[in-house]
């Protein structure tokens, strides 16, 4: 496998400052990594893309989403290249965040359909209840048959799925009998085996008091018990709770045939790695920004170089802290604005309007961290496409 070459930068631009200067940053010396996977993985490691927005749609992007469907499946092409999985439709992509089921449900479609021309890409759909508003959800029942309603869709267009939580059911479930209720119901007639996904309400504060409880440790309780009496069914469990301890608590308590998947944007490196009792795999927002980091990280993980594993996923950490920092539910400004700075888009628009949900020095102190992951596949191209934004939000040298 080849290194990541040093080539030396030149590059400087001006990049604003909390006192309202600019200071002259000049480019660090960036990394190429491979464009495609060399070698193999010993972690299963997802990432949850995001959706490319239609910037010429004569559509309001807070009402409505208008997707650029070529860009956004060449997109995932990128990262099944790199050897890493796809999640679809999941709250990278703004799923119940400005993507709505409909058009969720036609990105599963194009997604599956996709991966199933190509040898080995993996690809796992989110299944909710985003469809049934919380307010007309009047009772459990209501919300097994949502669940079903999307099982159903995803299994027919030939997805794996990926059971998401349901804001319904955070507001109806009481306790955790309701929870045991509608998961031991649905987990019941799924074809094949599933990814559970609990979300912290750092992501969507509607999923406060998930597991019907506010307490993490009696939540943990509930949502160990149901993984376990159900783990036939069940492929792995992705926790986003930006809590590394818990996650390695709750993956030492699972059933065996179960995978962790981490959600900690925070701390993915070291769990990834693991300990002597055990090891996370991956399902990741951050894994879309920082694909082919990840990629060849993952790959020299695999071939026992932990060290070199530490040494390119570890440098990444500070952006992914930077992007998920609070309000972490606005983490996905952050991965557009990095597929943008790397060309895999031509312009910086999102689905409900949210290229506005960060300032302009979170912008910029993105630039500056990604640049010293390494992670500017192209620094001439992001520093012109970095001056741009600047230029369009009042910060012309």
Avoid at 313 to 319: Q, R
Wanted: hydrophobic share 45%.
């Amino acid at each position: 496998m080849n290194k990541p070459v040093m080539p030396v930068s030149s590059l400087s631009l001006k990049l604003p400052k909390a006192d309202r200067s600019l200071e002259t940053y000049c480019l660090a010396a960036s990394r190429t990594f491979p464009a495609k996977l060399e070698g193999s993985l010993s972690r299963v490691a997802f990432s949850a893309a995001h959706v490319v927005a239609d910037p010429l749609a004569d559509a309001d992007p807070w009402l409505s989403a208008a997707v650029d469907w070529d860009k956004t499946i060449a997109f995932r092409e990128h990262i099944w290249d790199l050897g890493l999985g796809v999640a679809e439709a999941m709250d990278t992509a703004q799923r119940g965040m400005g993507l709505d089921w409909p058009t969720s449900l036609e990105l599963i479609r194009r997604s599956v359909a996709a991966s199933k021309a190509r040898d080995n890409a993996l690809v796992f759909s989110g299944a909710g209840t985003d469809h049934l508003a919380v307010e007309d959800a009047k009772n459990l029942d209501d919300v097994i048959r949502a669940y079903e309603a999307q099982i159903a869709a995803v299994e027919k267009a030939g997805g794996r799925i990926i059971l998401m939580a349901s804001r319904a059911l955070a507001k109806l479930g009481r306790n955790a009998d309701d929870y045991i209720r509608v998961y031991d119901r649905v987990l019941s007639q799924v074809h094949e085996p599933v990814i559970i996904h609990w979300l912290g309400d750092m992501f969507d504060p509607a999923l406060s008091g998930y597991w019907g409880t506010a307490d993490l440790d009696t939540a943990m309780d509930t949502a160990v018990g149901i993984i376990n009496a159900n783990a036939a069914k069940i492929d792995g469990v992705k926790v986003s709770l930006l809590d590394k301890q818990r996650e390695i608590d709750m993956r030492r308590r699972l059933d065996k045939r179960v995978k962790m998947y981490t959600g900690d944007d925070f701390n993915y490196a070291e769990l990834i790695a693991g300990d002597d009792q055990g090891f996370s795999h991956a399902l990741l927002g951050i894994f879309d920004a920082i694909a082919p980091a990840a990629s060849y990280a993952l790959a020299r993980l695999a071939a026992g170089d932990e060290p070199g594993f530490h040494d390119v996923l570890g440098a990444t950490v500070p952006l992914s802290r930077h992007i998920f920092k609070a309000p972490t539910r606005f983490y996905k400004t952050g991965v557009v604005f990095m597929a943008y700075l790397n060309g895999h888009q031509d312009h910086f628009t999102m689905v409900g309007g949210q290229e506005s949900a960060r300032s302009t020095l979170h912008l910029a102190e993105l630039f500056r961290l990604a640049d010293k992951a390494g992670l500017l596949s192209n620094p001439e191209l992001a520093t012109r496409r970095m001056k741009t934004v600047l230029a369009s939000r009042g910060c012309e040298p």
